[in-house]
């Protein structure tokens, strides 16, 4: 079983509608879960971190987590083409706090 | 603010030649550093780490080696590269005890 687990898509949604990007983990002892956009060909950009279950808002994405659950989710609201990139979500590791699991990622497309 | 640098962004290298990947960092003082590598279409596989000068985690068995001289300069090194060392090379770093990383622009190396 993977560590980080995510569809690796495509997402195919239309331009102004709601992105749900999903990611589970397998470590119960995970604290700190973050989602990273990555353009093709560009290094990943940090988006959004959350630590606390719920929810976590910042402009036009939202971050949910259920620790319960192990999963941790990723809203993007009023897509726009310029959303087209692949998410990496990504999870502390157990063993040590500075060393972060990737997932392999979710291709999501907004098409106009 | 700061600012991570890392060069060069691409990089062509015959079989058996060696390497030299540096990267550096600006506007903070003792971060955590990392070196990662992303196949193509694959996710981050987490080469080295560290926490302080000299001291260096190594995360997967393979010809590569790192080293960190100084507090904000770590290297990433080859004797002899081998054709499966192609990739997306990607430098971070994250402030000590708190854990977002942040990527530099990446080396895409290719070897012929």
């Known amino acids: 079983q993977k560590e980080v687990e995510q569809n690796s898509g495509p997402l195919s949604v239309p331009e102004g509608a709601i992105a749900s990007l999903n990611c589970t983990y397998s470590d119960r002892g995970s604290q700190s879960f973050f989602w990273y956009r990555q353009y093709s060909g560009k290094s990943p950009e940090l988006i959004m971190f959350?630590?606390?279950?719920g929810d976590k808002e910042d402009g036009r994405f939202t971050a949910q987590l259920n620790k319960a659950s192990q999963y941790v989710s990723l809203l993007i609201r009023d897509s726009q083409p310029s959303d087209s990139a692949t998410y990496l979500c990504?999870?502390?590791?157990?063993?040590?706090?500075?060393?972060?699991?990737f997932g392999s990622g979710t291709r999501l497309l907004v098409r106009p | 603010s700061q600012t991570i640098h890392q060069w060069p962004a691409t990089l062509v290298q015959p079989v058996g030649s060696p390497l030299s990947l540096e990267c550096t960092v600006e506007?903070?003082?003792?971060?955590?550093l990392y070196w990662y590598r992303q196949a193509a279409g694959r996710g981050l596989q987490l080469l080295f780490y560290s926490v302080g000068i000299g001291q260096i985690s190594s995360e997967v068995p393979q010809n590569l080696s790192a080293s960190r001289p100084q507090d904000r300069q770590f290297i990433l090194s080859s004797k002899k590269l081998l054709l499966s060392d192609s990739g997306f090379y990607l430098c971070a770093w994250s402030a000590p005890h708190h854990q977002p990383q942040h990527f530099g622009d990446g080396t895409r190396l290719s070897i012929l």
């Open positions: 959350i630590y606390s279950n």
């Open positions: 506007g903070t003082s003792n971060p955590n």
């Open positions: 990504a999870v502390n590791n157990k063993d040590s706090s500075y060393k972060l699991i």
